[in-house]
């Protein structure tokens, strides 16, 4: 059996008399471990070894086992390939109010309810039934005002009566009394959306091919932003469920910043959806997932963890925006949702759609091997136009500040934050009523060094990657080969003394827009003004309110927001993601302009987006001015290959950490060539070896950290020498040194 241990092993455990055998597999125990009690899952039988006494099972704790066949399966699938123990695993795919033997699961909340069982349509009948029964007649008229149910205890206060009267009027047969669970999910009081219009010709044929897909097929929607992909979705479900009664499950990244998408499910398919989100308490989550367990709810709709729903019969799932990164799972198991939904659909011989404008080079790659079906909705729905994007190059724009501006003056920071044409853009829409949104992408990490005259970005002579500007001591490093030089004076490119530090922030924009434009109303959306649990969705609700002029944000603005009075989209700078020292940077940066362009103009007004940047010649630039995936992938996948990176390779970053530093650095070390030795003892000739070295955020929470990369051609050696590692690799017991495994890793930071 597995158990909630960060431990590479299984127990075995003896099943006493009195419990019926076989356990079926995924049924949870409980166990008594280290002296305490703990909830275990049950993997099968097995042979017990010699010689050792076994403990007894203390209780059985499911009647039908918590985790069906196929998600067990896919818990076994991510432990192995993520290199994760089992336990761990096994217990991240189910309610936290399930797998904990200490505090009794919260039990979920029952109410009593009273139903209306009689209908009595004319006044006549009314009249008589209530002649002698006034009370009756008022709880009657309350239950019928309010939809025919209502909770006992809430009507007896309206209709300020004993409870006498209710249990009078169910031996009368005219209402029915029972306990029913309260659904305590806080998104049942948002209104669904009106439902949606008739699919177009181009929609109706992905719907077509979808659903005559084999089990187990993958499907890329490439549809382009605005194209539609959300009825795609409705029309592929409402066929899974109704025309062959199976169940669905539906993966966007964020609840909070989709509820648009969410609000659109639900008006279609109203209480037939759970919506797993993490504003979710423990009961509320349990509620939920007992729900979709019994089978009163079809589809699941979450972020990541939606993907271990416990439906049956699951015939689609469904991966919107299948690009975002936040797929990926920060902590142990550090699974991929996109992945892990394959493994999953394939069990239970499911269809897999993947939708998105931008898609990852992952599944691009994956399409172009013949390993998933590409489906393109190559137009925006009902006549709508992409919007025209213009760029401006803020050299230039600077430039012609700088000669305006007073000499005596201090350096001003914000000067050349907004151009000409992009101030000129927002008055106008103030003017007439519309809408803009203004992206500024900047995290709270360390800056980069730039010429501001012609854009140079100092690059490691060794890496195709930016230096990143440490201050103490001050130097700039190269985070993957260690390569370190002193902070130039100068530009290397032009000699320009014009080199600064960039850190432009949204709250610096903010002000600038408030002095710029004092009449407007600004609303910023970034993780300093989103702490609240509903507070993502409240912003956006009042976007679509028409409450708002301007909302300026990070990537937060840029999923999926459908607002047709939005006609003007900028980007501050489109460069705070290009320099970033990953190998994914280009493409970051390629979706996240795409796809807060793709915002703009999506009703009858059209739109138009505005791109700042310093490097309008980079790819990723480039083609999203075109709105052109292809030539942006063509281009990103040929810089893959030397040297090589995914979907070329397979990964898998080994992360060092620990409170002291030199002791930090000296694990990663050891480490690393504990690894190598491993390589040449055993021959691994298809393993590269890339560090140690620390890492570009080199110090989280009061943690050093180093990594080290490894590279292989072939995943199935790549899962054992993970697996190894992270099994195997020592590391001593001081400073709370840690060594993890993060296979397909999205983020090198
Ligand atoms: N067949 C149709 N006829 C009319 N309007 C449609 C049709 N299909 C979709 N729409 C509308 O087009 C808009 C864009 O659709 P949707 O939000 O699903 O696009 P999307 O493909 O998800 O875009 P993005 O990738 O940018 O999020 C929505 O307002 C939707 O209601
Ligand atoms: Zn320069
Ligand atoms: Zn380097």
Redesign the pocket.
């Given at each position: 059996m597995a158990l909630a241990a960060p431990l590479f092993r299984t127990f075995t455990y003896r099943v006493p008399d009195g419990i019926a055998v076989p356990i079926a597999p995924g049924t949870r125990v409980l166990v008594s471990f280290r002296n305490r009690p703990e909830i275990g899952i049950c993997l099968g039988a097995t042979v017990p070894p010699d010689g050792i006494t076994l403990k007894p099972i203390q209780a059985v704790v499911d009647d039908v086992p918590s985790l069906p066949a196929s998600l067990l399966h896919t818990g076994k699938w991510i432990a192995d390939w993520y290199a994760a123990p089992l336990g761990l695993t096994l217990r991240s795919m189910l309610p936290t109010a399930l797998t904990s033997a200490k505090a009794p699961a919260p039990a979920s909340r029952t109410q009593r309810m009273v139903r209306i069982v009689m209908d009595l349509p004319s006044l006549l009948q009314r009249e008589q039934t209530f002649a002698r029964a006034k009370q009756q007649r008022v709880v009657y008229d309350l239950l019928e005002a309010q939809g025919g149910a209502a909770p006992l205890e809430s009507l007896r206060i309206q209709a300020n009566c004993s409870a006498g009267v209710f249990t009078a009027m169910a031996k009368r047969g005219l209402v029915d009394i029972r306990d029913e669970v309260q659904q305590r999910d806080p998104f049942a009081d948002r209104a669904g959306?009106l439902p949606?219009?008739?699919?177009?010709e181009a929609?109706r044929e992905a719907v077509r091919a979808i659903l005559a897909g084999d089990p187990g097929q993958v499907f890329l929607l490439h549809?382009?932003?605005?194209?539609?992909?959300?009825?795609?979705?409705i029309e592929v479900l409402r066929a899974v469920l109704q025309q062959r009664d199976k169940t669905a499950i539906v993966l966007v990244p964020e609840i909070a910043l989709t509820s648009?998408?969410v609000d659109?499910f639900r008006g279609a398919f109203g209480d037939d959806v759970a919506v797993l989100h993490s504003g979710l308490s423990d009961g509320e989550r349990l509620d939920a997932w007992q729900s979709l367990r019994r089978g009163e709810r079809r589809i699941a709709v979450g972020a990541r963890s939606a993907l271990f729903a416990p439906l049956e019969r699951v015939g689609v799932v469904i991966v919107?925006?299948e690009h975002e990164s936040s797929y990926k799972q920060s902590e142990t198991p550090r699974y991929h949702a996109r992945e892990a939904a394959i493994v999953r659909a394939r069990a239970e011989g499911a269809v897999v759609v993947l939708?998105?404008?931008?898609p990852s080079l992952e599944t691009w790659e994956r399409a172009d091997r013949g390993q998933a079906i590409r489906l393109t909705?190559p137009d925006?729905?009902?006549?709508?136009q992409l919007p025209p994007v213009t760029v401006v190059d803020m050299r230039v724009e600077l430039k012609q500040a700088v000669k305006e501006r007073n000499p005596n003056a201090p350096f001003d920071e914000t000067l050349g934050v907004f151009s000409k044409s992009l101030l000129v853009a927002l008055e106008q829409r103030l003017v007439r009523g519309e809408q803009s949104l203004l992206l500024l992408n900047r995290r709270g990490y360390s800056s980069f060094m730039q010429c501001n005259a012609c854009g140079d970005v100092p690059v490691c002579p060794h890496c195709s990657i930016s230096l990143t500007y440490h201050r103490v001591p001050e130097m700039l490093v190269c985070h993957y080969c260690q390569h370190q030089q002193p902070v130039p004076a100068v530009c290397a490119q032009c000699s320009a003394d014009t080199m600064r530090r960039r850190g432009l922030g949204t709250q610096q924009v903010e002000r600038v827009l408030s002095e710029r434009f004092p009449e407007a109303r600004i609303a910023r959306m970034d993780v300093d003004t989103t702490s609240g649990k509903w507070a993502h969705t409240q912003i956006l609700d009042r976007v679509g309110r028409g409450e708002v002029d301007i909302l300026l944000g990070t990537q937060m603005i840029a999923?999926?927001?459908?607002f047709?009075n939005v006609t003007l989209v900028g980007v501050v700078d489109a460069d705070t993601g290009l320099n970033l020292p990953d190998f994914r940077a280009a493409e970051r940066t390629f979706q996240l302009v795409s796809?807060v362009a793709?915002?703009a103009g999506?009703?009858p007004k059209g739109g138009d987006v505005i791109i700042q940047t310093r490097m309008p010649n980079s790819h990723a630039i480039r083609h999203a001015i075109t709105h052109d995936v292809t030539g942006f992938v063509r281009e990103e996948l040929g810089a893959r290959r030397m040297p090589a990176y995914p979907p070329f390779v397979s990964i898998a970053n080994v992360l060092v950490s620990g409170l002291d530093q030199a002791a930090t650095a000296a694990t990663a070390v050891a480490a690393a060539s504990w690894v190598q030795r491993l390589v040449e003892r055993q021959g691994l000739r298809d393993l590269v070896f890339v560090g140690p070295a620390p890492c570009p955020i080199d110090r989280i929470k009061d943690r050093w950290r180093w990594h080290f990369l490894l590279k292989s051609s072939q995943p199935k050696l790549m899962t054992r020498v993970a697996r190894y590692i992270a099994e195997r690799c020592p590391v001593p017991k001081m400073h709370e040194l840690r060594l993890t495994v993060d296979r397909d890793p999205v983020s090198l930071l």
């Open positions: 959306t949606p219009p008739n699919p177009s929609q549809g382009v932003t605005g194209s539609g992909k959300t009825l795609v979705y648009q998408t659109r919107d925006e939708g998105s404008a931008t909705l925006r729905a009902a006549g709508a999923k999926g927001l459908d047709p796809q793709g915002r999506r009703g």
